[in-house]
């Protein structure tokens, strides 16, 4: 088990590096930092002002060099202009000596941000806050009632409720976030149809109330119940075919019990592994639903980072964004073994 | 002009769906209800030598419902078949979009009559034919494709044509100079929201099987090996492979399709090598099965180096790219720049699950005797890979594919949703929803339309899929 959850790290920690890797490497093209000297030094600088402001800002450095000074575990570049030393991790009106010489994602220092004024870690700190309230209703949402349609739809398969539930389920994985949201948002929330709820979640910011946070949550959480649904539904038909269910039925016990105390437990464990791989889809629900909603969470932030350029941000989000994902890989990876006592591993 | 109302001459029967809508719901509800209760289906032979199947109130619920679902379609068909045929404007909106969409209902029922006619010699296309579920879905699917075949014939405007007077104006309004109608009303640049929806879905029927075709080649082509040969080899791929599905697809898009990674030529040079793998599959495909033959294979690769090369290099490289083999005047298709970036996300986001797909079948697979018996004839190995144990997996492939291609109708909209890629300008159902959904206290047809289409086109391919599935399992 040791050895499994070693080795599981390892690759977790080499799959990081690279793909964050891939991430600096994108965002820091060279129109990209083209783009920034011009947004930071002024429009009309000639092209070669514009080398000069990154040669000043550390942003000429070969890539590999970049990339382990932002990780925190190359110097971070100093640059003297006459008799004025500014640096990475040399901040304005410090003494150059006193100044660490690492300052990276490693020692917790994740950059400024160019278009919010204000550091990544902050501002991803209180957005991931947001996002998280939003997560939290979706899960408290999605879970119970889409294991609930998976095992009424597997109890009986072929049975009329199982055809509804089932119809019910692909229709909702056919809708994707932006279009349950708008259609959401149509039907409950314009003149047009049945106005109860607000079409936008700004104010939820603020204070949740169930006028605001009410479609947001619905949409998101649509697609995710039709899948694990489905997921539930193939699981429990599966169970219910197998021998012992069958000896149970033989023994006399009843209909109900054979589900609840029988089944149920077994039909669980495919389901897990599935809500914890939903995290990465749930990301990009967040990140869909949060810009029609207008919910200024982690996705909004990735959105508005990406879209103004802020090298730092969006190389901020990316990191959390894979974190989230590579982490919830490995909870449904060992979870599953836990769970499943069929499984070893030596 | 007057403005159309929905159902114009024929509201008459609009009370008759009403009720028959509601009776429809109420026993569905019973049906569930009851089925709680019902006893085990019996099969009771009468003594007159009839066989009655269920009876008591479930029976009666179940043939309610069979009656009542029929009663519906029927009356549907009636709206479109009379909105076809009464002169138009007096059929309402639904009478004249269903007039509009002339061509494709006969080419619907010319197709269905045919492969109803011959559905027993068509292997799993004919058995599709036999599951209620399958029939829908292929019938949505086809109605897209057919929409997309004769989008020429069907708009009634232009789709970029903006008429000031007509801006978020509802469903049925007709045009200030009396030349026809907005059948379902105008955006907020006053441009027709009906053609438009069916223009957006030329872009998606074209894009999306294609990017599908594209990333089931690749995954095949390495999926095959990766599961065959195992070690190493498997090792890395499959690295790679979990290092693409590890990247949150939406931040993937924003870095990869914006106009900065356009300028540095990134997309071609994935195209550069994603378009290589049909080509190398052809060939190892044509190579494994006529390696005997040494005088017809050199033939046929020689056909393919030829006639696949000039495609992959038209189709990569583009005058005054950084990309540019051939000169402009061979050049003959061209694929705009931000569209050719949105086709190489669709597949580089697709191909690693297919990959995995292929090469968890395959793990499977060679375990069985059919291969170890072809490995002790002394076949090569690709030979057994292509001709052995891809034709062995194609039921799951098959029905992976239809799936997939809905997955990417929904990446193509999550594209246009966001504004990545295509241009604000075009109709594509991603773009336009993203357009409309700004001003949904406003006007709501403009987003709803679109967002429809979209769905009604994924539930096809996910019906489809599903019934696909049910008929191959019975095989």
């Not at chain 2, 049925?172 to 907020?188: I, M, Q, R, V």
């Amino acid at each position: 088990m040791l050895k499994f959850l070693v080795r599981r790290l390892a690759t977790m920690v080499l799959t990081a590096l690279c793909l964050t890797l891939i991430v600096f490497y994108l965002t820091n093209l060279p129109p990209n930092l083209e783009k920034l000297a011009k947004s930071e030094a002024g429009s009309r600088i000639s092209d070669a002002e514009v080398a000069s402001w990154l040669e000043k800002n550390g942003h000429a450095s070969p890539l590999l060099v970049r990339y382990g000074e932002w990780l925190g575990v190359v110097p971070g570049w100093t640059h003297e202009d006459g008799g004025v030393t500014t640096g990475r991790c040399i901040e304005r009106g410090q003494d150059p000596a006193t100044a660490r010489r690492y300052c990276g994602v490693l020692q917790g220092d994740w950059g400024f941000s160019s278009v919010f004024k204000d550091n990544v870690s902050s501002i991803i700190a209180t957005r991931l806050g947001l996002t998280g309230l939003l997560m939290f209703w979706v899960m408290a949402v999605m879970v119970p009632v889409s294991l609930l349609i998976g095992v009424l739809a597997g109890m009986r398969e072929g049975s009329k409720l199982d055809r509804s539930l089932s119809t019910f389920s692909i229709a909702t994985t056919a809708t994707p976030e932006y279009v349950s949201g708008v259609i959401l948002i149509a039907a409950f929330a314009t003149s047009m149809g049945w106005k109860v709820f607000k079409g936008t979640a700004t104010s939820a910011m603020d204070e949740i109330t169930f006028e605001n946070f009410f479609l947001p949550v619905m949409t998101i959480a649509l697609y995710g119940i039709g899948y694990i649904a489905r997921m539930t539904r193939a699981s429990m038909t599966e169970v219910m075919t197998a021998q012992y269910i069958r000896t149970a039925r033989l023994k006399g016990v009843s209909f109900r019990n054979v589900v609840i105390r029988h089944a149920l437990r077994n039909a669980l464990i495919a389901p897990f592994t599935v809500i914890m791989l939903q995290f990465p889809w749930l990301l990009n629900g967040v990140v869909i639903t949060e810009t029609l909603f207008n919910y200024k969470g982690f996705g909004w932030t990735l959105v508005s980072a990406a879209g103004n350029n802020d090298i730092q941000l969006l190389l901020g989000c990316s990191v959390v964004a894979v974190f989230v994902v590579l982490v919830t890989q490995l909870i449904s990876d060992i979870g599953y073994v836990f769970l499943n006592p069929r499984i070893r591993i030596s | 002009m007057e403005a159309l109302t929905w159902t114009g001459s024929l509201s008459l029967l609009n009370t008759v769906v009403l009720w028959l809508s509601a009776a429809f719901a109420l026993v569905v509800l019973a049906q569930i209800v009851l089925s709680f209760f019902a006893p085990e289906p019996t099969l009771r032979a009468n003594p007159d030598g009839s066989v009655a199947a269920r009876g008591g109130a479930y029976g009666a619920s179940e043939r309610a419902t069979r009656w009542l679902f029929l009663a519906l379609v029927a009356l549907a068909l009636v709206y479109l078949a009379a909105g076809a045929i009464l002169p138009e404007g007096s059929g309402g909106i639904i009478g004249a979009v269903s007039r509009r969409l002339l061509p494709v209902w006969i080419s619907l029922v010319v197709l269905f009559a045919v492969s109803m006619r011959f559905k027993r010699r068509l292997g799993l296309y004919g058995k599709l034919f036999d599951s209620t579920i399958g029939m829908i879905g292929f019938a949505i699917v086809m109605f897209w494709v057919f929409t997309a075949i004769y989008a020429d014939l069907i708009v009634t405007r232009d789709v970029l044509t903006q008429v000031s007077q007509m801006k978020n104006k509802l469903p049925g309004t007709p045009l200030p100079d009396g030349s026809g109608w907005y059948l379902l009303g105008g955006d907020h640049l006053g441009r027709d929201v009906f053609s438009r929806m069916i223009a957006g879905s030329q872009i998606v029927i074209i894009i999306a099987p294609f990017a599908t075709v594209f990333a089931f080649m690749v995954g095949i082509t390495l999926g095959l090996p990766a599961g065959y040969y195992g070690g190493k080899l498997d090792t890395g791929l499959s690295f790679l492979a979990n290092l693409i599905l590890a990247f949150p697809v939406i931040l993937f898009f924003y870095l990869l399709v914006t106009p900065e990674i356009v300028e540095t030529g990134m997309p071609q040079y994935l195209a550069v090598v994603l378009f290589l793998f049909p080509i190398v599959f052809l060939m190892v495909l044509v190579n494994s099965r006529f390696y005997v033959t040494p005088g017809l294979r050199n033939q046929l690769i020689a056909a393919i180096a030829i006639v696949g090369g000039y495609f992959y290099l038209s189709f990569v490289g583009e005058a005054g790219t950084r990309v540019a083999i051939l000169p402009p005047s061979l050049d003959l298709i061209h694929m705009p720049a931000n569209m050719l970036i949105v086709f190489v996300s669709v597949v580089f986001v697709n191909s690693p699950t297919v990959f995995r797909i292929v090469r968890g079948i395959v793990l499977d697979i060679k375990t069985r005797d059919y291969v170890a018996a072809g490995q002790t004839r002394g076949e090569r190995p690709w030979y057994i890979m292509i001709w052995e144990i891809l034709p062995n997996a194609r039921g799951p492939l098959i029905v992976d594919f239809c799936l997939r291609i809905g997955y990417t109708t929904i990446l193509l909209g999550t594209l246009g949703f966001f504004g990545l890629g295509l241009s604000p300008e075009s109709p594509d159902w991603g773009s336009t929803i993203n357009a409309g959904r700004k001003l949904m206290t406003v006007a709501q047809h403009p987003a709803i339309v679109p967002a429809f289409a979209l769905m009604s086109l994924v539930l096809g391919l996910n019906l489809l899929a599903d019934g696909l599935r049910e008929e191959s399992l019975k095989d």
